[in-house]
């Protein structure tokens, strides 16, 4: 049996939260609330959640301060609610790391189909290949194991990668030399939709390099190629 998709909404507005519960648990999602940072962290410690809504216009800590706070520790899906129209508001949220983001006044409607669009793209994506998972990649010292969905370092110890930085690496070493533009990257990790931006990309990316490169702000392994894409430019051994 199926799992119902658990959704956490974060916004200070006592009336948004109570709307959106009622919409979301009535088409089928599990639902949980909280007014403010606090409260946010008190869910995610007790269970998993696949969507975070997260309002950005809230007293103390708005929303792209916990949108940066989350990256720092999970990949959990975010879609921000913002009362600004401006695009400089909507590509700091990206670039923080959120997936997308709906302008208010929204229709729930509409939420709930990006929101489910997310959903879909996690689930099609967290799907085993069971050609490529009996693979492993070897590289400038670190081993990924698809099958463990686990990468290790030149002593073996694994490192901390979050789910969707696992699937761009695994992109990357499968591809090596290959540029990849981002759309291709999009297909290749989460699955093409109109409600997926380019930034996103460029945001993992940059995550990914935090993790594996010695210098992440002069990369030697995922390399940018201007007005194309990336490229992994390692050598890469395959083991079977």
């Known amino acids: 049996m199926e799992r119902t998709p658990h959704v956490l909404v974060v ?6 939260r109570e709307l959106l519960a009622r919409f979301f648990v009535k088409n089928g999602l599990r639902v949980s609330v909280a007014a403010g940072g606090a409260e946010m962290r008190q869910v995610l410690r007790a269970g998993a959640v696949d969507v975070i809504v997260l309002d950005i216009m809230m007293p103390g800590e ?6 940066r706070q989350l990256r720092q520790t999970s990949d959990v899906p975010i879609v921000l609610l ?16 959120a997936d997308d983001y709906v302008t208010k006044p929204f229709s729930p409607r ?3 189909a990006r929101i489910r669009a997310i959903l879909r793209r996690t689930q099609a994506a967290s799907k085993p290949t069971p050609e490529t998972e009996r693979r492993q990649y070897r590289f400038e010292g670190f081993t990924l194991d698809p099958a463990r969905n686990a990468l ?5 110890t694994p490192v ?7 699937r761009l690496l695994h992109a990357f070493v499968a591809r090596p030399g290959m540029v990849l533009t981002r759309d291709q990257l999009l297909d290749i990790t989460a699955g093409r939709s109109a409600q997926v931006f380019d930034r996103s990309i460029d945001n993992l990316v940059s995550r990914l390099r935090r993790r594996i490169e010695k210098d992440p702000q002069h990369p030697a392994l995922v390399k940018t190629v201007w007005g194309d894409g990336y490229m992994f430019a390692a050598p890469v051994e395959v083991l079977e």
């Open 11 to 16: 916004d200070d507005h006592r009336e948004i």
């Open 62 to 67: 708005d929303g792209l301060s916990l949108c």
């Open 82 to 97: 913002t009362a600004v129209a401006e695009e400089t508001d909507r590509i700091v949220g990206l670039e923080l790391g």
């Open 110 to 112: 509409e939420l709930l």
């Open 152 to 156: 290790f370092d030149a002593a073996g």
């Open 160 to 166: 901390p990668l979050g789910t969707a930085e696992f």
